[in-house]
Every structure is written in structure tokens, then in C-alpha cells.
């Protein structure tokens, strides 16, 4: 039997399916953020795998260390919140939600830092924005009570969008440099 025809034909495909099997875990991650039950980072971890594994975004190995070590650090996080805290949807859609659009604000500036500092930033004005409202009053801001929320969903947003924004820009930069080759 000829293997090198069978890999021949084997890699294309399997290159494929992992992309659409990371895009799919990037759109889970995604809509996870908005129920925080579960940290969305382990999920857009999977994904940041799952996209290497294509060979369509080449992600080093220092990045991998990196996001291993804070989606642990968030999931760890996440278990030592009290229930009622970790289950809490208050807010969540307004963070979430400004996290993602941060991150598509700092997606235009393809540096890691924009795409990252972005997401952070609008984890920030979603929260401040669902603090001025009347359900959100409860929040007490800018006191500590409203900084303790914030870190309790904010950061693993944030995690979660950054992850996300980093996998669409190398996922974009390899197919530039696919077309000018």
C-alpha cells in the first residue's frame, strides 16, 4: 500500500477538520462567556489546540505555557469563589460583551497587547455601563464591592476573548501570507 498517496490525501483533510472543529470550540467559548457557570477559557484553550493542530495557526510553544498557566489560574479561581458569586449572572452580558467587541477593536491593531488590552478594556466599560443602570446599582460603584465583581467575571472575559482574538489574528496573518506566496 502507498501511505505517502494516503497522508497525501489525509493531511488536507484532517488540516480542515481541526479548524472547524477550533471554530466550533471558539463559538462555544463564545456563548459561554455569557453564562459563567463554567469558565469559557478552558473551552477557548481547546480551541487555541485545536487551531495549531490544523497547521493554520501557527502559535508558539511560549504562548501555549502562557495560556495554560492563566486559563489554571482562572479555572482555580473559579472553583475558590463562593457559589452564589461564581453562579451570578449579573452583568455578565454587558462584560462579556464588552470584552468581545475590545478584543475586535484591538484585532485591528494585530499586536497581542492591542487585542488582549482591548478586551480588558471593555470587560471594564461593560461592567461600569451595567453598574449605571438600575439592576446594577447593587454593585456599589466605583466602591471595593464593585472592583471584587469585576475580577470575579471580568478576568476570565477577558482570558476568554483574548484567547479568541489571537487564534482569528494568526488565523488571518497565515492566510495573508498563504496568498502572497
Do not use: C
Amino acid at each position: 500500500m502507498n501511505y505517502e498517496l494516503l497522508l497525501d490525501i489525509a493531511t488536507p483533510t484532517l488540516s480542515i477538520g481541526w479548524m472547524v472543529f477550533g471554530g466550533a470550540l471558539m463559538a462555544i467559548a463564545a456563548v459561554m462567556m455569557f453564562y459563567p457557570r463554567t469558565p469559557a477559557s478552558v473551552v477557548a484553550y481547546m480551541a487555541m489546540w485545536a487551531g495549531y493542530l490544523s497547521g493554520y495557526t501557527p502559535i508558539d510553544t511560549g504562548d501555549f505555557v502562557f495560556w495554560g498557566i492563566v486559563t489554571a489560574i482562572v479555572f482555580a479561581n473559579n472553583r475558590m469563589l463562593p457559589r452564589f458569586v461564581r453562579e451570578s449572572r449579573r452583568g455578565v452580558g454587558y462584560i462579556a460583551g464588552g470584552a468581545i467587541a475590545g478584543m475586535a477593536v484591538g484585532l485591528t491593531f494585530y499586536r497581542p497587547a492591542s487585542v488582549i488590552l482591548g478586551a480588558a478594556f471593555g470587560a471594564i466599560i461593560g461592567a461600569i455601563a451595567y453598574a449605571r443602570t438600575d439592576r446594577g446599582k447593587v454593585l456599589d460603584f466605583p466602591h471595593a464591592k464593585f472592583f471584587n465583581y469585576l475580577g470575579a467575571k471580568g478576568i476570565p472575559a477577558t482570558v476568554t476573548a483574548s484567547m479568541i482574538g489571537l487564534i482569528v489574528a494568526r488565523l488571518i496573518v497565515y492566510s495573508m501570507l498563504a496568498q502572497a506566496s
